[in-house]
């Protein structure tokens, strides 16, 4: 994980996160685990939950236990132990928290609405992933978002990176480990096609399947069918589809009426954060469940066909294999340090609001995987910029520019 490396190079020293007390809830595994090292050597007291019943490595959070970092967190809790966990990590030896680093908003809403009063001695806080980002909008649009945040997720080396190219690498992976199922010549549904959706029809392609899309924004309905996919509905794609992944981040996108048209053995999984997209209450209400192995459930239908689920309609390429690989995650991670730091040392500089890293930044997170990948970037000449009217050094695109 370079980025986080050079991190540790950059700021080991100085310790810009003295002081701070960050409380995280974020997939507990072995990436995790090298991002929670990296706070604590740059000056952090750190606590730590995860964001999902199912994506804690276990292993990975016994060796960050053993540290002396205190870790809530294994894989396999139940709801109300996820949200025990949670709770556990607010209050440290020597204060409340005082730094928020979430994945999804679970922390975040915990601490607004049960311990409004903590709010106010913390500097800010860090999220990770679109749906988090929803919240914290939705937040600050109700007027109950109370303290500066930093979205980590459209920062161009985390979306375009974590959520694309990690997506594009870890859902098959989830998918092969937890059925062996050969995707050549299968026709698969994507539920959306934003980034992580991009990412996932092009690996279930990539194998050899041909790949339908579901969209409700026409630009991303249109990129889809000029890269080569069908695009159609749900009620369309049941018909055929043989296995089924959402990744839209909203709810009801697999409803009883889809089930019950389904072929027999249909895959169902999910690529988004939350485990609202397939209605899995229906299922285990209408249909007898087996389960296979765990996090493979198969559910007969009282019309005698049966639905693969995967990861209990949670996200199955943290549920069923290991997540994204250490290389991308390093983007990201890299990302949420630096969002640490700046809201940490520069907290008189923020105000209440959503706020985006530098486009300075974004670019030196990219520029600290280059030599890992054996890449030689071009230098811009001192005629080139002035031709141009950039800065030799960056940032090389506007704010606005789409990557």
């Given at each position: 994980?370079?980025?986080l490396?050079?991190?540790?190079?950059?700021?080991?020293?100085?310790k810009?996160?003295k002081?701070?007390?960050?409380a995280?809830c974020?997939?507990?595994?072995?990436?995790?685990?090298?991002l929670?090292?990296?706070?604590?050597?740059?000056?952090?007291?750190?606590?730590?939950?995860?964001?999902n019943?199912?994506?804690?490595?276990?292993?990975?959070?016994?060796?960050?236990?053993?540290?002396?970092?205190?870790?809530?967190a294994?894989?396999g809790?139940?709801?109300?132990?996820?949200?025990?966990?949670?709770?556990?990590?607010?209050?440290?030896?020597?204060?409340p928290?005082n730094?928020?680093?979430?994945?999804?908003?679970?922390?975040?809403?915990?601490?607004?609405?049960?311990y409004?009063?903590?709010?106010?001695?913390?500097?800010?806080?860090?999220?990770?992933?679109?749906?988090?980002v929803?919240?914290?909008?939705?937040?600050?649009?109700?007027?109950?978002?109370?303290?500066?945040?930093?979205n980590?997720?459209?920062?161009?080396t985390?979306?375009?990176?974590?959520n694309?190219y990690?997506?594009r690498?870890?859902?098959?992976?989830?998918?092969?480990?937890?059925?062996?199922?050969?995707?050549?010549?299968?026709?698969?549904?994507?539920?959306?096609?934003g980034?992580v959706?991009?990412?996932?029809?092009?690996?279930?392609?990539?194998?050899?399947?041909?790949?339908?899309?579901?969209?409700?924004?026409?630009?991303?309905?249109?990129q889809?069918?000029?890269?080569?996919?069908?695009?159609?509905?749900?009620?369309?794609?049941?018909?055929e589809?043989?296995?089924?992944?959402?990744?839209?981040?909203?709810?009801?996108?697999?409803?009883?009426?889809?089930?019950?048209?389904?072929l027999?053995?249909?895959?169902?999984?999910n690529i988004?954060?939350?485990?609202?997209?397939?209605?899995?209450?229906?299922?285990?209400?209408?249909?007898?469940?087996?389960?296979?192995k765990?996090?493979?459930?198969r559910?007969?239908?009282?019309?005698?066909?049966?639905?693969?689920?995967?990861?209990?309609g949670?996200?199955?390429?943290?549920?069923?294999?290991?997540?994204?690989?250490?290389?991308?995650?390093?983007?990201?991670?890299?990302?949420?340090?630096?969002?640490?730091?700046?809201?940490?040392?520069?907290?008189?500089q923020?105000?209440v609001?959503?706020f985006?890293?530098?486009?300075k930044?974004?670019?030196?997170?990219?520029a600290a995987?280059?030599?890992?990948?054996?890449v030689?970037?071009?230098?811009?000449e001192?005629?080139?910029?002035?031709?141009?009217?950039?800065p030799?050094?960056?940032?090389?695109k506007?704010?606005h520019?789409r990557?």
């Open positions: 994980m370079p980025g490396m050079n991190m540790r190079a950059m700021y080991g020293e100085s810009p996160l002081g701070a007390r960050i995280g974020l997939h507990m595994t072995v990436q995790t685990a090298v929670i090292e990296t706070l604590t050597a740059l000056g952090a007291e750190v606590q730590w939950s995860s964001c019943i199912f994506s804690t490595q276990d292993f990975a959070a016994a060796a960050i236990a053993k540290t002396g970092v205190p870790v809530y294994w894989k809790e139940t709801d109300e132990e996820y949200n025990w966990c949670i709770e556990q990590t607010i209050m440290f030896p020597d204060g928290l730094m928020i680093l979430d994945d999804g908003g679970d922390l975040t809403n915990l601490v607004h609405e049960k409004p009063e903590l709010l106010t001695d913390i500097r800010g806080l860090s999220e990770e992933t679109t749906t988090g929803h919240n914290l909008y939705k937040m600050m649009a109700a007027g109950k978002l109370k303290v500066p945040a930093i980590v997720n459209d920062s161009v985390k979306s375009k990176f974590d694309l990690g997506c690498e870890s859902l098959v992976d989830g998918i092969k480990r937890a059925t062996d199922v050969m995707l050549a010549g299968k026709v698969c549904v994507v539920a959306g096609y980034d959706g991009k990412g996932s029809a092009h690996a279930l392609r990539a194998f050899g399947a041909r790949v339908l899309v579901t969209e409700i924004d026409p630009i991303n309905a249109l889809a069918a000029m890269e080569g996919f069908e695009v159609t509905t749900m009620d369309e794609a049941v018909k589809a043989r296995i089924f992944v959402t990744a839209t981040g909203c709810k009801g996108i697999l409803c009883p009426r889809h089930f019950e048209q389904m027999d053995d249909a895959i169902v999984c988004g954060h939350f485990d609202c997209e397939i209605d899995v209450a229906w299922l285990k209400d209408n249909a007898e469940k087996s389960e296979v765990p996090q493979v459930e559910y007969t239908l009282k019309n005698g066909r049966h639905i693969i689920l995967l990861a209990e949670r996200l199955v390429n943290l549920g069923c294999a290991h997540g994204h690989p250490s290389f991308v995650m390093s983007n990201s991670f890299t990302n949420q340090v630096l969002a640490q730091i700046e809201l940490w040392t520069k907290a008189d923020y105000k609001g959503v985006f890293l530098p486009k930044l974004d670019e030196e997170v990219a995987h280059l030599s890992h990948l054996g030689k970037l071009t230098k811009l001192k005629d080139q910029a002035e031709y141009l009217g950039l030799q050094s960056g940032p090389f506007p704010d520019y990557y």
